[in-house]
């Protein structure tokens, strides 16, 4: 069975990084943009970062320019935006699409693993569904990931057991991460 160990990523300078290096860690694995409406995510998600780290918790920021250009930037842009305006200490790694024929197959597999399920309701979910569907026309089946700050929980054998979109509560993510530590 295949798991998330089983992908290498590139690093922001452009290293490769097995992800079996991360074996016995709790993992959330986020899709980001700079400047995005979620952006503010990045402080809960280093908040919950600093408490967690010890405790087996790794996050894993890939940026992401797919969603209305919201990650026009560098790596080095990004990176620099991200630890002066949030203090983000996680691993952060080289921009990606996350839709598409140029999909990283990282994600891929991700959302295959845990598909696309809505962005709950309210009239905020609705607006962004509607975005999101028109973002997302040009990729058709390979739509995997509706917007930016989408996230994944991963056990600490390297399965996926829940997917949370941006809409999501971040003390619900939060709860996840614990029940899985």
Same mark, same amino acid.
Request: proline share 5%; glycine share 8%.
């Given at each position: 069975?295949?798991?998330?160990?089983?992908?290498?990523?590139?690093? *922001?300078?452009?290293?490769?990084?097995?992800?079996? $290096?991360?074996?016995?860690?709790?993992?959330?694995?986020?899709?980001?943009?700079?400047?995005?409406?979620?952006?503010?995510?990045?402080?809960? !998600? %280093? +908040?919950?970062?600093? %408490?967690?780290?010890? *405790?087996? !918790?790794?996050? !894993?920021?890939?940026?992401? /320019? $797919? &969603?209305?250009? $919201?990650?026009?930037?560098?790596?080095?842009?990004?990176?620099?935006?991200?630890?002066?305006?949030?203090?983000?200490?996680?691993?952060?790694?080289?921009?990606?699409?996350?839709?598409?024929?140029? +999909?990283?197959?990282?994600?891929?597999?991700?959302?295959?693993?845990?598909?696309? %399920?809505? &962005?709950?309701?309210?009239?905020?979910?609705?607006?962004?569904?509607?975005?999101?569907?028109?973002?997302?026309? $040009?990729?058709?089946?390979?739509?995997?990931?509706?917007?930016?700050?989408?996230?994944?929980?991963?056990? *600490?054998?390297?399965?996926?057991?829940? *997917?949370?979109?941006?809409?999501?509560?971040?003390? %619900?993510?939060? /709860? +996840?991460?614990?029940?899985?530590?």
């Amino acid at each position: 069975m295949k798991t998330v160990y089983d992908f290498t990523v590139k690093d *922001r300078k452009g290293n490769e990084v097995p992800l079996s $290096q991360y074996k016995g860690k709790v993992l959330l694995v986020v899709n980001t943009a700079t400047g995005c409406g979620f952006t503010p995510h990045y402080e809960p !998600l %280093e +908040a919950m970062y600093t %408490e967690l780290k010890d *405790r087996g !918790l790794e996050i !894993l920021d890939f940026p992401c /320019n $797919q &969603f209305a250009n $919201q990650a026009p930037g560098s790596e080095d842009e990004i990176h620099e935006f991200c630890t002066v305006k949030f203090g983000a200490d996680f691993p952060q790694f080289k921009k990606i699409d996350v839709n598409g024929e140029t +999909a990283d197959p990282l994600f891929a597999f991700l959302a295959t693993e845990k598909p696309f %399920e809505g &962005f709950g309701k309210g009239l905020k979910n609705e607006a962004l569904n509607k975005y999101a569907g028109m973002n997302n026309k $040009q990729f058709g089946d390979k739509a995997y990931i509706k917007w930016n700050f989408t996230k994944f929980l991963v056990d *600490r054998e390297g399965k996926v057991i829940a *997917r949370f979109e941006p809409t999501k509560d971040m003390q %619900e993510v939060k /709860n +996840a991460v614990l029940a899985a530590l």
